[in-house]
């Protein structure tokens, strides 16, 4: 049974810094990329990072580039935990978050390849 949960949200004042968090397991692959997501209020879902098995290889939307790093640590039989260190945090960073395991080890910052999600962590970013 795949689950997929994130972790780590919360209320913050502008400029101010979070750390997210997801743990991924029984994924029917081995080795996979993971991302991040997010979806304002109105707005539609856009990734904002993404990154492969190894961690090797991280992505970027420029919205976040330099401000978000994503990292994970990964343990037996395809479990993985996803990290997104989000810092000087803006008004327009607030949103739904969601992690989503890909069906391959490659990445996308688009929404294709994405099966699995998890029932995502809420963000506020407040002046």
């Known amino acids: 049974q795949v689950q997929v949960e994130e972790s780590g949200g919360g209320s913050v004042q502008a400029g101010g810094s979070l750390r997210l968090s997801c743990a991924a397991s029984?994924?029917?692959?081995?080795?996979?990329?993971m991302a991040w997501f997010r979806q304002a209020p109105g707005k539609e879902r856009e990734a904002i990072s993404c990154i492969t098995w190894s961690g090797r290889s991280t992505y970027y939307a420029n919205s976040v580039k330099g401000r978000f790093t994503i990292s994970r640590d990964n343990a037996g039989n395809a479990k993985s935990t996803l990290y997104l260190q989000m810092n000087s945090l803006k008004l327009d960073d607030t949103a739904m978050y969601y992690c989503?395991?890909?069906?391959?080890?490659?990445?996308?910052?688009?929404?294709?390849?994405?099966?699995?999600w998890g029932q995502g962590t809420q963000v506020t970013v407040s002046s």
């Open positions: 989503a395991p890909r069906s391959y080890d490659a990445c996308s910052l688009m929404s294709d390849g994405y099966d699995y």
């Open positions: 029984g994924l029917p692959i081995d080795n996979y990329a």
